[in-house]
């Protein structure tokens, strides 16, 4: 059988590949998986950005399998580390993550989408939240998605199952860019690299605060930032790489960053 995900790594950069013909749907051996994958790539030292896709240029993903759910797959059964797809609830994830959206894009394929921190789309790519008309919910987008769009396009979208097309999705901005047709996945290698020569602490810092900051008033995030309360964030504070920034600036060159 064909293996349901395909990984390359290169130069401290992962690549994902959903690869279930026809829609790229996720069942739960798959979301196990891709949890795994992503645990992985979480704890390697020597893995600093990860590119998530579809493989194919239809589907990116078609998200939960409802034939698999039909022939028995529970709905609320045990998709693995990190939640569905891997993705949603790992913990502690303090890399970055780039989702190429290489077609369409809908359900809990939207909701995987959600959870990378940047979204780059090929011009035919379309987004939906289908799950209404199926009379279930489309749990993480629901938390999600009205964090990150105007709410009123969020509960159009979750109550109504409308689709967007890809200058719509980045119109009201979570789409990042839209690639023009042939080149998304350099694109995407492109920007993980540019990311990859970055700070990775810096990287870890960054993705902490902004998770831990989304339920917290501003001052006391800004308190814990401080008091170094947050682990990322302490690291850094005491690391070589804070101290080769500085000099590097210093001396007109290029930051030689260790991660350290």
Same mark, same amino acid.
């Given at each position: 059988?064909?293996?349901?995900?395909?990984?390359?790594?290169?130069?401290?950069?992962?690549?994902?590949?959903?690869?279930?013909?026809?829609?790229?749907?996720?069942?739960?051996?798959?979301?196990?998986?891709?949890?795994?994958?992503?645990?992985?790539?979480?704890?390697?030292?020597?893995?600093?950005?990860?590119?998530?896709?579809?493989?194919?240029?239809?589907?990116?993903?078609?998200?939960?399998?409802?034939?698999?759910?039909?022939?028995?797959?529970?709905?609320?059964?045990?998709?693995?580390?990190?939640?569905?797809?891997?993705?949603?609830?790992?913990?502690?994830?303090?890399?970055?993550?780039?989702?190429?959206?290489?077609?369409?894009?809908?359900?809990?394929?939207?909701?995987?989408?959600?959870?990378?921190?940047?979204?780059?789309?090929?011009?035919? /790519?379309?987004?939906?939240?289908?799950?209404?008309? @199926? !009379?279930?919910?489309?749990?993480? %987008?629901? $938390? *999600?998605?009205?964090? =990150?769009?105007?709410?009123?396009?969020?509960?159009?979208?979750?109550?109504?199952?409308?689709?967007?097309?890809?200058?719509?999705?980045?119109?009201?901005?979570?789409?990042?860019?839209?690639?023009?047709?042939?080149?998304?996945?350099?694109? /995407?290698?492109?920007?993980?690299?540019?990311?990859? @020569? !970055?700070?990775?602490?810096?990287? %870890?810092? $960054? *993705?902490?605060?902004? =998770?831990?900051?989304?339920?917290?008033?501003?001052?006391?995030?800004?308190?814990?930032?401080?008091?170094?309360?947050?682990?990322?964030?302490?690291?850094?504070?005491?690391?070589?790489?804070?101290?080769?920034?500085?000099?590097?600036?210093?001396?007109?060159?290029?930051?030689?960053?260790?991660?350290?």
């Amino acid at each position: 059988m064909q293996d349901p995900i395909r990984t390359r790594c290169d130069d401290g950069i992962l690549e994902v590949v959903v690869d279930r013909p026809k829609a790229n749907a996720i069942d739960l051996e798959t979301s196990r998986k891709m949890g795994l994958i992503f645990r992985d790539f979480r704890d390697n030292p020597d893995l600093r950005v990860a590119i998530v896709t579809g493989a194919g240029e239809k589907f990116f993903s078609a998200g939960w399998d409802l034939k698999a759910a039909a022939a028995g797959d529970a709905v609320d059964g045990d998709y693995g580390v990190g939640g569905f797809g891997g993705l949603q609830e790992l913990r502690d994830l303090n890399k970055p993550v780039i989702c190429a959206v290489n077609g369409i894009c809908c359900g809990g394929g939207l909701e995987i989408a959600l959870s990378a921190d940047l979204i780059i789309a090929a011009p035919h /790519a379309t987004f939906a939240l289908p799950e209404i008309r @199926s !009379g279930t919910v489309a749990d993480a %987008a629901s $938390i *999600k998605l009205p964090k =990150r769009i105007p709410y009123h396009i969020a509960m159009d979208m979750l109550l109504t199952g409308r689709w967007l097309d890809v200058e719509e999705a980045h119109r009201w901005g979570f789409v990042n860019e839209i690639v023009v047709a042939g080149r998304l996945m350099d694109r /995407a290698w492109e920007l993980a690299r540019l990311l990859a @020569s !970055g700070p990775p602490l810096v990287y %870890a810092a $960054i *993705k902490e605060i902004v =998770r831990e900051a989304e339920g917290a008033t501003f001052q006391t995030a800004m308190n814990k930032i401080t008091k170094r309360q947050f682990a990322t964030v302490d690291i850094l504070y005491s690391s070589e790489d804070q101290l080769e920034g500085a000099r590097a600036f210093a001396e007109k060159r290029a930051p030689i960053w260790k991660g350290k």
